[in-house]
């Protein structure tokens, strides 16, 4: 289950995140490194980013989504171990199409898998989300799991903090945001995709997220206002997920074929196994 709820992170990273920036809706500044810049006290919060507040950053997510009807780019997701350092990366693709009522279409392919510093090798796992049920393809090993993730008869906003099952700040009332976490924006690291702002959502205590994550970082290019990096860290800080989203591109005309699944047959040697919804 943990390979599916790594597939959230990059799911809800792509879902509503981006649009077109209105002549009166100028994009955010990105902040620059300032290696130069004094510490922050011990204990104390992060230094500010220079020219940019936590409500700008959440104004700019809150605008999202208007003008978005789907999506492609390409993803690498990254599993850390905080306690050992180990790591593996995935990387693929990832297409998303907006339809009616709050839903959604999700296909990702993973071709690659990457331990450590060693060469990637083909590894091919598959996510398709559509009409409530998660298929996952397992091509090495020809397993297939369906799961409905969504009670039949019953729609769910995929997009909203508390309803779907990955929280990020895209396309929600900046209120919202803040009655659920506490949010800063973290100075400028060399390390940062180019010309991104970073911002980190902490939950609140005695909310639902509180017992899931430690925080929720997300990477912003302010002139796409689109995330391009989303790292989560558990409440135990024992686990990282990263997913970085590169050569981004949206209102691409995605049809069925981008959402159909080749045909696989137990002759082929594939098992199939289903699972309907369960409270």
């Known amino acids: 289950m943990k390979s599916i709820s790594a597939m959230w992170v990059v799911l809800f990273a792509a879902m509503g995140c981006a649009s077109d920036v209105s002549a009166q809706d100028a994009p955010l500044q990105?902040?620059?490194?300032?290696?130069s810049q004094a510490p922050a006290e011990a204990g104390?919060?992060?230094?500010?980013?220079?020219?940019?507040s936590v409500d700008a950053v959440l104004d700019a997510l809150d605008r999202q989504g208007d003008q978005m009807k789907d999506f492609t780019a390409d993803v690498a997701l990254t599993e850390s171990d905080e306690l050992t350092k180990e790591a593996f990366t995935r990387a693929g693709t990832v297409k998303v199409q907006k339809l009616p009522d709050n839903d959604a279409r999700i296909h990702i392919i993973f071709q690659t898998r990457q331990s450590g510093g060693g060469k990637p090798r083909n590894e091919k796992i598959e996510y398709l989300l559509d009409k409530g049920w998660l298929t996952e393809r397992n091509h090495r090993k020809k397993n297939q799991v369906r799961r409905q993730v969504i009670k039949p008869g019953e729609t769910v906003d995929l997009l909203k903090l508390g309803e779907g099952p990955f929280p990020l700040p895209i396309g929600q009332a900046e209120e919202d945001v803040k009655d659920m976490f506490d949010v800063e924006v973290i100075p400028a690291a060399a390390d940062d995709p180019a010309g991104t702002i970073h911002g980190r959502l902490k939950p609140k205590k005695g909310s639902q997220f509180e017992r899931r994550f430690k925080h929720i970082d997300v990477w912003v290019d302010p002139k796409g206002q689109m995330p391009r990096r989303i790292e989560t860290v558990d409440v135990n800080e024992q686990t990282r997920q990263t997913t970085d989203l590169e050569n981004v591109k949206t209102n691409t005309g995605l049809?069925?074929?981008d959402f159909r699944l080749d045909e696989v047959t137990a002759k082929q040697g594939w098992t199939f196994v289903d699972e309907p919804y369960r409270e």
């Open 255 to 257: 049809g069925d074929n």
């Open 44 to 52: 104390g919060p992060p230094l500010p980013a220079p020219g940019v």
């Open 30 to 35: 990105a902040p620059v490194p300032a290696p």
